[in-house]
């Protein structure tokens, strides 16, 4: 330990220098453990609120579109997507994002720069997450599948418009003349 006159580096250091370097707030203890993950956390609502990913509950709903989520939180965000609301843009093409990750994934694709490459086809990706799921194509690796017919797919955006079809829901509008699809495009 460093006296009050003692010097580092920098030349002398004094003793209110050395509090400037200790953290501004000290971490509370981790009482409450998750059962199921181990996960420790400070309050136990936090714990509460991190168990609703073991036990499959979405008790919020969206009243628009029936798509339910864990946290309030997270109904909120997407209620935002029915809106229309885009917080954030991107200064080259103009597209719109809610989340700003969202918008940083995105401004990947305007750099050209294309570092993950499919071993099979040889067909190249600026994203890791869009190779992965291009690799789906040729494994025929199927992860989503409808419960009322049993048909399986390879991506969650083809199960999610294949779940349109088991509603009259149309949740797309063309600009031009209104008309509703199913179906983006």
């Known amino acids: 330990m460093m006296s009050s006159t003692q010097k580092d580096q920098h030349g002398p250091k004094s003793q209110r220098s050395q509090e400037a370097d200790k953290p501004h707030r000290r971490k509370r203890e981790k009482n409450y453990s998750c059962d199921e993950c181990g996960k420790d956390f400070s309050r136990k609502a936090s714990l509460s609120r991190h168990q609703v990913i073991h036990t499959g509950e979405r008790p919020?709903?969206?009243?628009?579109?029936?798509?339910?989520?864990?946290?309030?939180?997270?109904?909120?965000?997407?209620?935002?997507?029915?809106?229309g609301?885009?917080?954030?843009?991107?200064?080259?093409?103009?597209?719109?994002?809610?989340?700003?990750c969202s918008l940083q994934r995105h401004l990947v694709t305007h750099?050209?720069?294309?570092?993950y490459s499919c071993d099979i086809c040889g067909k190249t990706f600026s994203r890791r997450d869009s190779r992965n799921k291009h690799l789906r194509i040729h494994t025929r690796h199927?992860?989503?599948?409808?419960?009322?017919r049993g048909q399986r797919f390879?991506?969650?955006?083809?199960?999610?418009?294949?779940?349109?079809t088991h509603t009259e829901e149309k949740p797309y509008k063309c600009d031009l003349c209104e008309k509703t699809f199913e179906l983006k495009k």
């Open 60 to 83: 919020f709903s969206c009243d628009q579109c029936g798509k339910s989520f864990p946290w309030d939180s997270c109904l909120r965000k997407h209620q935002l997507f029915h809106r």
């Open 85 to 100: 609301v885009k917080a954030y843009s991107c200064d080259q093409c103009g597209r719109g994002f809610d989340r700003s």
């Open 111 to 115: 750099s050209g720069t294309k570092t």
């Open 142 to 148: 199927v992860v989503y599948w409808c419960d009322q």
């Open 154 to 164: 390879i991506t969650d955006a083809q199960l999610q418009s294949h779940m349109f």
